[in-house]
């Protein structure tokens, strides 16, 4: 799921979603107005609460963009601003956008997003009228609401400026689920106290350990030294601090974080009025996220891939099983103790982000609930005792932020009479006649929910803002998002009349089919992601910027030439061409396949005494031949073949993971990722081709990433030439920077201001 903020500055991108967030409400967010879910009329008779579905954002300079792809619903760009008497100038100008992507193989989730009070056609200076999407340039003027059929847009699509929300520019933003689309992502948590949680897993694992268990001083999974570490050698280890043998007086709840390679885990108890208070200090424990090949590997040697599902969900979602049952990790268990606990026992919980962690302020309300469930007054005395303390409480606060409230839509002029009654009763602002004449017109003026086709009246509002945060954790590519990383051209070295020459070529689109690369292993490429922590836009830019160009831009799991190459039959093949017989032993005693030692050392000397053959025009990959290897059984021919895939009709199991397994095992034995996270200096790259000057676009971070899987001899010298087709695959990088993360691109002149590469065409599936 790719889901981004409607205005997009530099000043606010962050690598921390945390931080992201804070630099967006400070520069966009209208605290003191339009709040949500309730914004407070006082009366004569008192305060009137009206559910307010969204949040006011200032736009200044920036445009108002789409938050994720998606279809039109229905829009209206107006010709001039209209004036609500007493209020002052508004825009009734929006945007109404549905969208449908995936968190999970097993969810699909479909969300609209509002964007209201745009900006009129006049109030466009010429260079911002032109930023719009041709459909709103040629929309007819006027008050009329247009429903359009099919007309798709994109995240980050241009969707006007911030117009006039009572003489102050504003725009109203908001995301709401009809009903049944609620009901299919919305998992309640609270229900959960032991087990797990649902199928989907995404963002940070979550525990709910019940009151008095036992906690100890030390680790107790085998692997840790009597120093208390866990070695990796003769001479590295991972140092271990020690903890507080007791137990827990309450249920707690631990959240913990996988963030730029430290573990964070944070420790919650129930407090008062519902809300839940942090217990001490977070533990943080650092590299630990980058070391969990080799921490799995020392833990559980077994089978460390299946280790490394406890270490990373704290369950188990793959097939890959270990002996070792156990979770040993180190918790805070009151204000001033921490210790180990098993978080694999039973009667631990285990949940992610997916579930919607109650304790971290997420609930649904029901307006429907209430005595006056049809007006749109907010009469739930829950919500409104939260909003009450929200404005002294933190805690509050965060926990408003999180409620799910369904409430009729204030875009519905159908039943004004009913929905306000009780604000034209006697002492009530709109008890005359004027007044309630001059509220229907400007509310009228406002309205365009029956001409939108949605049947539900009531709908799911989130805090749209948080509703963003929330699902930047999921990091699922649904198909419509995977297709557009495919860049549209790229850059070969070859030759021409003896002489070197640089070629631009355009890039076939992805197949189509049910048994080609892109639509046969997405799900598993998706589930590799999710497994191996390649779940930030940067990461993911990284793994596509070589994956994509090594499988023939997603079209083939073999290395080019095959059983041709010197080192064949162990030639590349899946995502990240897995190449050597060693790397290949590697794999299989990472699943928890038995290699026989004897034979990977007669495999390591058969292909070093190849590699060193001089000249290389020498080199015959004859004995390295099967045949060579009495040891290698029939089984592990087939393990082997497994990298490749299959196009057949019936894969097996093995077929479907190995090709995205292989290139996860690859990222975190090789520690992509502490590459990935350093700041990508992005460089603007223009050379001369046989179809005149390209360019294409590389970081130090993507060269070291690259380098770690590819030319790890090279990794600090950067831009080696060296490395085979690294310019291909800068090509694949900048579309995936444009794509995945919400990073610009500098122009010839260096500037940060590209929102796609240079000279590349947008893929439009």
């Known amino acids: 799921m790719l889901i981004s903020y409607p205005i997009l500055s530099a000043a606010a991108v962050h690598d921390d979603e945390d931080i992201y967030l804070g630099n967006f409400t400070e520069s966009h967010l209208i605290a ?34 789409a938050i994720a792809d998606g279809t039109v619903v229905a829009y209206r760009f107006a010709a001039a601003h209209e ?18 992507t995936q968190t999970g193989e097993n969810t699909t989730v479909v969300f609209y997003s509002l964007y209201m009070h745009l900006a009129h056609r006049a109030a466009l200076a010429p260079d911002r009228f032109r930023q719009l999407p041709e459909w709103l340039r040629r929309a007819p003027p006027g008050p009329g609401v247009q429903r359009p059929q099919d007309l798709r847009v994109w995240r980050k699509d241009v969707l006007g400026y911030a117009g006039q929300l009572y003489g102050v520019e504003a725009m109203h933003f908001e995301v709401f689920m009809l009903d049944a689309d609620f009901n299919r992502v919305w998992r309640d948590s609270t229900r959960v106290t032991q087990g797990t949680g649902g199928n989907d897993w995404f963002g940070d694992a979550h525990f709910v350990i019940p009151e008095r268990q036992q906690f100890q001083e030390r680790h107790h999974n085998g692997g840790v030294s009597g120093a208390h570490g866990i070695s990796f050698s003769r001479t590295e280890r991972y140092a271990l601090p020690l ?27 129930a407090g008062a009025q519902g809300l839940y208070e942090q217990v001490g200090a977070p533990v943080v424990q650092d590299d630990y996220e980058y070391e969990l090949y080799r921490l799995a590997t020392a833990l559980y040697p077994d089978c460390p891939s299946a280790g490394f599902e406890w270490l990373r969900f704290g369950r188990m979602l793959g097939t890959d099983t270990t002996t070792n049952n156990a979770n040993w990790q180190l918790v805070r268990y009151s204000e001033a103790a921490v210790g180990y606990i098993d978080l694999a026992a039973a009667d631990i919980a285990k949940l992610s982000d997916a579930d919607f962690p109650h304790w971290l302020g997420w609930e649904k309300r029901d307006e429907g609930q209430t005595a006056h469930a049809a007006d749109g007054l907010c009469d739930d005395r829950r919500t409104l005792d939260l909003v009450q303390a929200a404005q002294a409480s933190e805690t509050a606060a965060r926990k408003l932020q999180h409620l799910v409230c369904k409430a009729p ?11 306000y009654a009780r604000l034209r009763e006697p002492g009530q602002p709109l008890q005359s006649e004027a007044s309630w004449s001059a509220f229907q017109d400007h509310v009228s003026k406002l309205a365009f929910w029956p001409q939108t086709g949605i049947s539900d009246r009531s709908v799911w509002h989130f805090h749209p803002l948080w509703f963003i945060r929330h699902f930047r954790r999921c990091a699922w590519l649904a198909r419509h998002e995977f297709r557009q990383l495919q860049p549209t051209h790229a850059v070969r070295t070859g030759s021409r009349n003896g002489r070197p020459m640089v070629y631009w070529e355009p890039v076939a689109a992805m197949g189509t089919g049910v048994s080609s690369v892109p639509v046969r292993y997405l799900i598993p490429l998706n589930r590799m992601m999710r497994k191996y922590g390649v779940t930030t836009g940067k990461r993911q830019a990284c793994f596509f910027g070589n994956s994509i160009q090594e499988t023939s831009w997603i079209s083939a799991l073999q290395e080019g030439s095959g059983s041709s190459l010197w080192y064949a039959p162990w030639f590349g093949r899946g995502f990240l061409q897995l190449t050597n017989p060693m790397n290949y032993c590697g794999y299989w005693d990472w699943r928890g396949r038995a290699v026989p030692s004897t034979l990977q050392v007669a495999l ?20 390295l031949q099967d045949t060579h290897f009495p040891a290698l059984t029939q089984q592990m021919v087939i393990w082997r073949d497994d990298v490749l895939g299959s196009r057949a009709p019936n894969p097996t199991a093995e077929q479907l993971l190995a090709p995205a397994d292989t290139a996860g095992f690859y990222w975190v034995s090789l520690r992509m990722a502490r590459y990935a996270d350093e700041p990508h200096v992005i460089e603007r790259v223009a050379i001369a081709t046989d179809q005149g000057q390209k360019v294409y676009y ?32 800068c090509c694949a990088y900048g579309v995936a920077l444009a794509v995945l993360t919400d990073l610009q691109l500098p122009d010839a002149r260096g500037r940060q201001v590209l929102w796609y590469p240079e000279g590349y065409s947008v893929r439009r599936p």
């Open 32 to 65: 003191h107005e339009g709040r949500y879910p309730v914004s407070t009329l006082n009366t004569a008779q008192g305060p009137m609460h009206r559910w307010h579905g969204g949040v006011h954002l200032f736009g200044g300079r920036e445009p108002i963009r």
């Open 83 to 100: 004036t609500y008497a007493g209020q002052g100038d508004y825009d009734t100008s929006f945007v109404l956008l549905r969208h449908e």
């Open 243 to 269: 903890g507080q043998t007791g137990q827990n007086a309450e249920r707690l709840y631990v959240s913990v974080k996988l963030q730029h390679g430290r573990r964070i885990a944070t420790t919650y108890r």
């Open 409 to 419: 839509t204030e875009w519905d002029d159908s039943d004004l009479a009913t929905r």
């Open 604 to 623: 390591q000397r058969a292909y070093s005494a190849i590699e060193n053959t001089r000249p290389r025009s020498a080199r015959s990959n004859g004995t």
């Open 698 to 729: 590389r970081s130090p971070a993507f060269w070291r990433a690259s380098a770690a899987v590819n030319l790890p001899g090279s990794l600090h010298n950067t831009y080696s030439r060296a490395l085979n087709g690294f310019d291909s695959r």
